[in-house]
C-alpha cells in the first residue's frame, strides 16, 4: 500500500492513471445512460428532472473529457513512452506522481458534488454544475448560476489543469532529453511522437483555459465582470478562451489514439508503417492547424462574413492532413499479412469510423451549413464519430496491443471479440440516428422534446445502441478483472512489435532496460531489408541499477489544491490559506528531499 | 449502407407535417440556400465515404494472413501516392469551400431596402418581438406577412440564447449587448416551429416558438388587432370578474395589460387571447392549460419565474374568461 502511494516509478503510475480514469470512465458512462434512458420517450421521458439533466450533460462531458480519455491516454504515455524511448523512467518522477495525485484528487472534487447539496444548505443531495462542460459566459455568473454548481465546475477544472501543465512539461523534457543513444526523432516510435505533438498542445492550449477560469472565477468570487455585459464585460470573450483551449483539445484527445493506431497496424500487417515521416509532419500539421479553428465552434455568434471565411478555410484546410493518414494507415494494411487480433479491429473500426466522423466535421466547417447544425444532435453525433469511434476504439485498441506488456498477462481474445463487435454496433445503433434527430430539427441539451418533432424513434435507437456500449465495456471490464487472477503468460513480444518496449520482459523490471540500448534504426527488433534485428538485452543487469525510493510529498503538495478549492467554496479564507500552507511546504519539502533514500 | 442513404433520401424529400423542425423542408431564400449548401457537401462526403471505407475493406479482405506466406514486403512509403493523396482532398475541398464563400456573403443578414424589421429579444425562457416600424410587439409567436424581406435583429435581456426556426433559416445567437441580424423571407404561408438552440439554463428545452408566415390581410389584420386596445370587458361578464382578480392580484407585479397593469418581468398580456400557445410557445391556449399554469408554472417550466399561485377556483374561472378574453 504504501509503497503506491509514494511510488514514483513510471509504470505504477501509467497502472494508477489506467485504473482511475477507467473508473471515471464507467462513473461518465451511467450518465450517458442516464440521459439516454429519459429521452427514450419525448414529453417528459422518464421524469429526470431539467435540472437533473442538465448536470448529468454537464458532468458527462467534463467528465469524459478530463477524467477519462486524457488520462487514459496519459496511462499509456506514463507506461510506454520511457519504454519506447529506452528510458528508466521520466525526466521528473516525482512530478509525474504529483500530476496523478492532482489528478485524482481534482476528479474526486468535481465529482463531490454530487453529494455535497447539504454542506451548502441546498434543498437536494446533488450540487453538480450545470452550465455544461463549455460553461458558457453569462450563464455561469452569480446572477443566473447562484449555488456552488458552476464553483465546483471551474475550481475543479484549475486543479485539473495543473495535473496536464505537470505532465505536459514532464513528457516534453523526457521525450526530448531521455531518449536512448541512437533514438533520434525521426527514429522516435509514432505513439512517442504523436504524445509529443499531443503535450506541446497540452502546454500551449491549458494556460488558456486556466487564464478563463481564472477570469470566471474573479467574477463570481470577487465580483469582477469581465464575462458580464451588464458591467460593461463581453460574453463573447469567454467563448473564444475556452475553444482556442478546447479545439486544440479535440487534437489532445485524438492524437494519442492516433499513434497507438499507427503502432498496432504496422505490428498486426507485419509491414513498417507507411509514409511514417508523412505520418509524423501531419500529425505536426494538425496541431499546428488546431490553433487557427477554434471560431468554427462560434459560426453561430455572428462573427460577420470576413471572420467566418476564414475560419471556415481553416478548418477545411485540416481535413487534409488528416486524409493523409487515412491513406497512409490503409497503406500500411496494403500487402501486409494481417492478424485479426482484438487490437487490430478496434484499430480498423478507429479508422472506418473516424471517416464518418471527420466528414460530417467537413458539412459543418462550411460556416452555413452549419448554422443548421450547430447545437443540434448532428454535432452531437460527429463528436461521438471522432472522440467515441476515433479516441475510445483507439484506446481500447492500445488496451489489448499493450496489456501483455503492462501486466504480463494476456486478455482474453474472444471476450475481446465480444466487446469489439458489441462496441461497434452498439456505437453506430445510438451515434447515428442523431445525425436524424439533429437535422429533424432536435437541439442538444434538453431534457425534454415534443413528440410531434417525430424524433422519437431515432431517439429510441439511440437509447438501445448506448445500452449495448454499456454491456460491451461490462464484458471488457470483466475482461480486465479477469487477467488478476490469470497467471502470468506473456513473453517479451507477444505481438512480434518493432518497437523497443518490447525488448524487455512483460511486465519489465523496475529499472526497465538491463543496459540501456542503442538504437541504430527506426525498427529495432525486427528483420529488414535494411537491418537485422538489434541483439537481445543481457537478462540480468551486468552492473547494479539504482533505482529511487518513494516520496511522500508529491502526494501530500497534490492534498493542499483540494483544501485550497474547498475552502473558495465554502467562502472560508483560513481554510483556502490552510491549503496553500500545505502546498508551500510540501513543495519546500519536495525540493530538499535527499536524493538517496 | 445504400438502405442508410436511402432513408436519408426519405427523409431529404420528407413532407414538413411530419417533422416540423426538419431542415430539409426549407421555406425561405436563406434555409434554402443553406439546404443546398448542405447538399452538395453531402455529395462529395458521401464519394469520399464510399471510396476510403471501400479501400479500407478490400485491404482487410484481401490481405487477411494465411500459413506458410511469405514475409510482405517492407514497403516504407511512396513519394508520388503521398503527393497524390495529399492534392485529392485538397481538390475536392475547393469545390467545398467556394459555394462556402458565397453562402456567407449572401446570407450574411443584411436584408434589402424596405424588410420589415423586426427585433428579437431573448428572455430565460422566452421571446420577446419588438416591430419598430410598426409600434406594436408579440411574445413567443411572431407574425410576418409571407414574401416580404424580414430583417431580424436580435439581443438577450439576461443569457445567451440562440434563435432557430430551421425552415426559415439558420440559427443565430441572442447576446446581451450586442446586436445580431439575419434576414430571409419566406416563401409560403404557414406555421413554422422553432426553439431556443443555445443551452440557456434550467428551462432551456421548453423555450419552444411559432413564426406565422401569414398573407399580407391576414398580417395586417393581426396588427390592427394588436395595435389596438383590448376592449373592455361587458359589465358583469365572468370576463370583468376577472379583471378585478387580475388587478388585485400578483399578477399585475410582472405583466402588462395595456390600461390595467404595467408590470415589465413576464410578457404583455394585452392580447394574450389571440396567441395560440402559452408559456414560450410550450402549450396550446386552453382553458385547461391556463389553468394548470396559473397554478403551477414552475411544474409545467422548471425554473420559470412565476410563483404557484393559489386562486379560489372562481376566482380563477373568472381571471382564465377574462385572459381569453383578450384578443
Known sequence: MKSWLTTTDHKRIGLLYFWTAFGFFMIGGLEALIIRAQLVRPDGGLGVSAETFNQLFTMHGTTMVFLALMPLSAAFFNYIIPLQIGARDVAFPRLNAFSYWVFLLGGLLLNASFIAGPLFGADRLSVAPDAGWFGYANLTSRQFSPGPNVDFWLLGLQILGIASLAAGFNFVVTIINMRAPGMRMLRLPPFTWMALVTQFLVITAFPVITVALVLLMFDRFFGTHFFLPSGGGDPILWQHLFWMFGHPEVYILILPAMGIISEVLPTFSRKPLFGYTVVVYSGVVIAFLGWSVWSHHMFSTGLGPIADSVFAGTTMLIAIPTGVKIFNWIGTLWGGQIRFTTSLLFAVGFIAMFIIGGLSGVTHASAPSDLQQTDTYYVVAHIHYVLFGGTILGLFSGIYYWWPKMTGRFLSESWGKVHFWLTLIGMNLAFFPMHFSGLLGMPRRIYTYPAELGVARFNQLSTVGAFLIGIATLVFFLNLLRTRWRPANAPANPWGGATLEWAIPSPPPVYNFTVIPTVANRLPLWQTERHAPMTPLPEKPPVPIHVPGGSWWPMITALGLPVIAIGALAHFLPVVLAGAAVVIVGIYRWAFEPFET | ?327
Open chain 2, 1 to 327: 449502407m445504400p438502405l442508410v442513404l436511402a432513408l436519408f433520401l426519405l427523409l431529404l424529400t420528407a413532407c414538413s407535417g411530419q417533422f416540423p423542425q426538419s431542415v430539409f423542408a426549407p421555406r425561405s431564400d436563406f434555409s434554402r440556400d443553406l439546404d443546398g449548401l448542405y447538399k452538395e457537401i453531402f455529395w462529395w462526403a458521401v464519394a469520399v465515404f464510399v471510396i476510403v471505407e471501400t479501400l479500407l475493406l478490400i485491404a482487410i479482405a484481401r490481405y487477411r494472413a494465411r500459413h506458410g506466406a511469405a514475409e510482405p514486403k517492407p514497403v516504407h512509403g511512396h513519394t508520388a501516392l503521398e503527393i497524390g493523396w495529399t492534392l485529392a482532398p485538397a481538390l475536392i475541398l475547393v469545390f467545398i469551400a467556394v459555394p462556402t464563400m458565397r453562402t456567407i456573403f449572401a446570407t450574411a443578414g443584411q436584408a434589402p431596402e424596405g424588410a420589415l424589421r423586426v427585433q428579437v429579444i431573448g428572455h430565460q425562457w422566452w421571446w420577446e418581438y419588438r416591430y419598430p416600424t410598426l409600434n406594436i410587439s408579440a411574445y413567443n409567436e411572431l407574425h410576418i406577412p409571407v414574401g416580404t424581406p424580414i430583417q431580424v435583429e436580435m439581443t438577450s435581456a439576461d443569457v445567451i440564447h440562440s434563435f432557430w426556426v430551421p425552415r426559415l433559416g439558420g440559427k443565430r445567437d441572442l447576446i446581451q449587448g450586442r446586436t445580431n441580424r439575419i434576414a430571409f423571407r419566406a416563401d409560403s404561408t404557414g406555421e413554422y416551429w422553432g426553439q431556443c438552440a443555445e443551452f440557456c439554463g434550467e428551462s432551456h428545452a421548453n423555450m419552444r416558438l411559432r413564426v406565422m408566415v401569414q398573407t399580407d390581410s391576414v398580417f395586417q389584420r393581426w396588427v390592427d388587432q394588436q395595435r389596438a386596445a383590448p376592449a373592455a370587458p361587458p359589465k358583469g361578464s365572468p370576463a370583468e370578474a376577472g379583471m378585478q382578480v387580475f388587478r388585485r392580484s400578483a399578477c399585475i407585479g410582472c405583466h402588462t395589460i395595456a390600461g390595467v397593469a404595467q408590470g415589465k418581468v413576464g410578457p404583455d398580456l394585452s392580447h394574450v387571447g389571440s396567441r395560440a400557445t402559452i408559456a414560450g410557445a410550450l402549450l396550446p391556449n386552453t382553458t385547461e392549460t391556463l389553468r394548470r399554469w396559473i397554478m403551477n408554472a414552475p411544474l409545467l417550466k422548471p425554473g420559470a419565474l412565476m410563483p404557484p399561485q393559489n386562486p379560489s377556483p372562481p376566482d380563477l374561472d373568472a381571471l382564465i374568461a377574462y385572459l381569453q378574453s383578450l384578443k
